[in-house]
């Protein structure tokens, strides 16, 4: 690589052509350019030449980088980018400046196809949006199911990872029902080293999907995260799960699976699920 | 019989295992009392393995059976998969806490 790409690759991220839960190597490592950058040298920019879409999950990654940013006083700026995407609040608001973190709700986003948004606590008013919105075209098991599996990732999330805030999206993309919950907090490998001592992050995060696993000392349970699999098994669904080094995808589907450590860590918890729509829905 | 409307009294919370185990100590100190309970869900979809799970599965880690359960408490207007995922619940609860008995 020429020394002037290089020095054009640490300082600018280009995007990809489709921002969501596929590729998100490029997301990670920028945060952690960001946490590491010194601070004379906090100044980014987002190339988005390449992108062609955003999806509900991709926003929900927008949103994380933009915590990044504010906590870190960093500052962004988004070059090449297409007209349909500068109103999207998330995306403005990535380069704009603010002296403190402000609402999470700054970057609520809602379209035909999907829901966004930035929460403190936990959110009952998202379900009745999500049944709202999507009840006419999504089989009534599909919106039981993932309203079981945002009710959980939203209850971990209050209840372990003392994130302050936390991102919940769903919506139609492509052929598929997307829903996920991120967040920035405290990360699932950290939080099961409290309790358990296991090789590597992999196998915190193997052992936090099993049943009975919990890190409660009230209330225990152990049950929901396993517990959500066996409903995206039912639909055929993918699963997606990252957290510090720990990246596992489960696709129920073709009953594969991708497990592997990051380059960078995840300085939090990431959940994207994915479920396939027959025709007409 | 005592009655419990969910969508009244667990409007804001019907989520959170906190909420469920303030459903389980109102059902016990009812049914403690030798009284019976209706719940009534009254068109509420909860899909919460936790609320449920601390709610009425716990139950059975507290010695009920199905048969006690279904004698106390009556629940009403359920909604049919919330019941699905409540029985299994308990199912496995009543099932660790037997082989735990032996």
């Known amino acids: 690589m020429a020394f002037c790409d290089y020095i054009y690759s640490r300082m600018n991220t280009l995007l990809p052509s489709s921002v ?95 829901l966004f948004k930035g929460n403190t606590s936990l959110d009952v008013l998202f379900r009745e949006r999500l049944e709202e919105k999507f009840s006419d075209i999504l089989p009534e098991e599909l919106v039981y199911d993932v309203h079981l599996i945002l009710n959980e990732l939203m209850q971990n999330t209050v209840d372990h990872s ?65 517990y959500f699999f066996e409903h995206l098994k039912r639909h055929e669904g993918k699963l997606t799960i990252v957290s510090r080094f720990a990246q596992i995808r489960r696709y129920f589907r073709t009953r594969r699976s991708q497990i592997n450590i990051l380059k960078h860590p995840l300085r939090g918890t990431w959940c994207f699920a994915r479920f396939p729509l027959g025709e007409g829905e | 019989m005592k009655r419990i409307v969910l ?15 303030r459903l389980r100590h109102a059902i016990l100190a009812i049914t403690n009392a030798g009284d019976k309970i209706e719940i009534d869900f009254d068109g509420l979809k909860i899909a919460s393995t936790s609320f449920l799970d601390e709610g009425f599965a716990k139950l059975a880690d507290e010695g009920w059976t199905f048969d006690k359960l279904a004698s106390f408490v009556t629940l009403k207007n359920i909604y049919p998969m919330d019941k699905e995922i409540l029985d299994d619940l308990f199912s496995r609860r009543a099932s660790r806490s037997s082989k735990k008995r032996r």
């Not at chain 1, 980088?65 to 070059?79: L, M, P, S």
């Not at chain 1, 991102?167 to 139609?172: E, M, Q, S, V």
């Not at chain 2, 969508?7 to 185990?21: L, N, Q, S, V």
């Open chain 1, 20 to 114: 969501d839960d596929g590729r998100i190597d490029w997301a990670i490592a920028l945060i952690n350019k960001i946490v590491t950058a010194g601070a004379a040298r906090k100044e980014f920019k987002l190339d988005w030449r390449k992108v062609a879409n955003i999806s509900p999950a991709g926003l929900a990654i927008l949103a994380c980088i933009f915590d990044t940013v504010v906590e870190q006083r960093a500052r962004i700026k988004n070059v090449f980018i297409p007209k349909r995407f500068k109103g999207i609040p998330v995306v403005k608001n990535i380069q704009r400046t603010f002296p403190s973190l402000p609402s999470p709700s700054i970057n609520n986003y809602e379209s035909k196809d999907m």
């Open chain 1, 162 to 226: 003392t994130a302050e805030r936390y991102y919940i999206y769903c919506g139609a993309w492509k052929n598929e029902f997307h829903a996920g919950l991120l967040d920035m907090g405290i990360s699932i490998p950290a939080k099961m080293e409290q309790s358990y001592s296991c090789k590597d992050d992999l196998d915190y995060l193997k052992l936090a999907l099993k049943e009975g696993t919990t890190t409660r000392r009230a209330r225990t349970g152990g049950l929901g995260l396993a």
């Open chain 2, 7 to 21: 969508k009244k009294e667990f409007k804001d919370d019907h989520i959170t295992r906190a909420a469920g185990e």
